[in-house]
């Protein structure tokens, strides 16, 4: 119950492609999902984040998709760059301030 | 961007010796917290730090971990006796209040031989 689930493990796309990766959990107590970028040898960083009062969120070329009744979540990239190639988790919060993270999607963008 | 320091962010020991991983949080940050990521892995819990107590740990967190917050600036990690098994890269984290965006060093990738 406390796990989230990613897919797909790794993703390869053009320049200016939409790369998708999904996510989803079964605790109905999680009201905080964070999505995660992380490059090679550095920490995650938060990329956006979204509450599940709101089925979408926009930042930049980031987008969150979010279905309360289906318990998922997913991350769009817009117009996709070599500079967004990185792994990506997605996470969730319930009641409790800990982070469980997804397993990691490594997305690799070719120009 | 303000930034959570880690050092050193390498560490090589013998299985069996006390390694100490130091972070300094971001100065008006008020919870602090250790993640760590198995090679390929995700990234997982490991404790929680608030007003100089734990505040939630997890089931990997056991007798041979410990935390601290020496003095107003730094954060450490503590593993008493380490295992081959540690063998991670361990995140220090902080947040000003827990419902706000959590800052992650770029870790100490510990080896334990």
């Known amino acids: 119950q406390q796990q989230v689930k990613q897919s797909p493990q790794s993703l390869i796309v053009q320049k200016g492609g939409i790369p998708i990766i999904n996510c989803a959990y079964e605790?109905?107590?999680?009201?905080?999902f964070p999505w995660y970028q992380q490059f090679p040898g550095k920490g995650p960083a938060l990329l956006i984040a979204?509450?599940?009062?709101?089925s979408e969120k926009k930042e930049g070329r980031f987008t969150i998709s979010f279905n309360k009744s289906a318990k998922q979540f997913s991350l769009h990239i817009m117009d996709s760059q070599p500079g967004d190639s990185a792994t990506y988790f997605c996470?969730?919060?319930?009641?409790?301030?800990?982070?469980?993270f997804g397993t990691g999607t490594r997305l690799q963008v070719f120009p | 961007e303000p930034e959570v320091t880690q050092t050193p962010s390498h560490q090589v020991t013998q299985m069996g010796q006390e390694v100490i991983l130091r972070c300094v949080p971001i100065?008006?940050?008020?919870?602090f917290y250790w993640y760590r990521q198995i090679l390929g892995q995700k990234v997982e819990f490991l404790v929680s730090?608030?007003?100089?107590?734990?505040?939630?740990k997890s089931e990997i967190f056991d007798d041979q971990f410990s935390v601290e917050r020496p003095d107003g600036s730094n954060f450490t990690l503590k593993i008493r006796s380490t295992k081959l098994e540690d063998s991670a890269m361990y995140f220090c984290?902080?947040?000003?209040?827990?419902?706000?965006?959590?800052?992650f060093g770029s870790g100490t990738q510990l080896s334990v031989l």
């Open positions: 984290a902080s947040t000003r209040r827990t419902n706000e965006k959590l800052f």
């Open positions: 605790n109905t107590a999680f009201d905080y």
């Open positions: 979204i509450r599940p009062d709101v």
């Open positions: 996470a969730a919060r319930g009641n409790t301030d800990k982070l469980i």
């Open positions: 100065s008006n940050h008020l919870y």
């Open positions: 730090f608030y007003n100089n107590e734990i505040s939630e």
